[in-house]
């Protein structure tokens, strides 16, 4: 985040967390969440893209407000924590493996950075990984056998959701820094 004004990136923050909002809202009541044809109990949506814009724009720790905000907004939409839980750990655990991405690999290359989307996407599956192994059979009651064999197909969702997120959320964030010539990456 560099040395960013702090009301900009706080102002920004409010603003993506509020987009997250938004966009979950409006995909929820409009059936517009389109579901992985191999397991339909996981749908595809667009509520990770501000979280990663969050990221790529104001840092780790606004991103890390924007996945609660997501979260949170989830339970108070729907009244299921664990669905909520669920999602806030997937968008976190994006953010997460792109920030180390980004502090590890070419740190002036924000948002494109290959290497850090990687990262993004393989954290997201291993931890989602671990979380479902937890999940479905102690809440959903998914018998284990059956959970061993979801993983595959919840591991492919969560390649192609990480891919759509981050790369939406790039292309939005270079978006914005072409339209704002005097913004700074830190």
């Known amino acids: 985040m560099g040395k960013q004004n702090r009301t900009a990136v706080l102002t920004g923050t409010a603003i993506m967390a509020a987009l997250v909002i938004v966009f979950d809202y409006t995909l929820k009541y409009s059936g517009l969440k389109i579901p992985f044809p191999w397991y339909p109990n996981l749908k595809f949506d667009f509520t990770g893209v501000p979280i990663v814009m969050s990221l790529f724009m104001y840092g780790f720790s606004p991103a890390i407000t924007t996945s609660l905000v997501a979260g949170l907004g989830i339970i108070m939409r729907s009244g299921n924590w664990i669905s909520a839980s669920m999602k806030f750990f997937a968008e976190l655990s994006t953010v997460l493996g792109l920030h180390m991405g980004e502090s590890v690999f070419f740190k002036d290359r924000i948002g494109t950075n290959y290497h850090a989307w990687a990262l993004g996407i393989a954290s997201r599956v291993l931890i989602m990984t671990a979380v479902n192994l937890y999940?479905?059979?102690?809440?959903?009651?998914?018998p284990w056998n059956a959970t061993i064999?979801?993983?595959p197909l919840i591991a492919?969702?969560?390649i192609i959701q990480g891919?759509?997120?981050?790369?939406?959320g790039h292309f939005l964030f270079g978006a914005v820094k072409t339209r704002l010539p005097n913004w700074s990456d830190g």
Not at 135 to 142: A, D, E, G, M, S
């Open 135 to 142: 999940v479905l059979p102690n809440f959903w009651h998914v």
């Open 149 to 151: 064999g979801l993983l």
């Open 156 to 158: 492919a969702f969560n």
């Open 163 to 168: 891919l759509v997120t981050i790369g939406l």
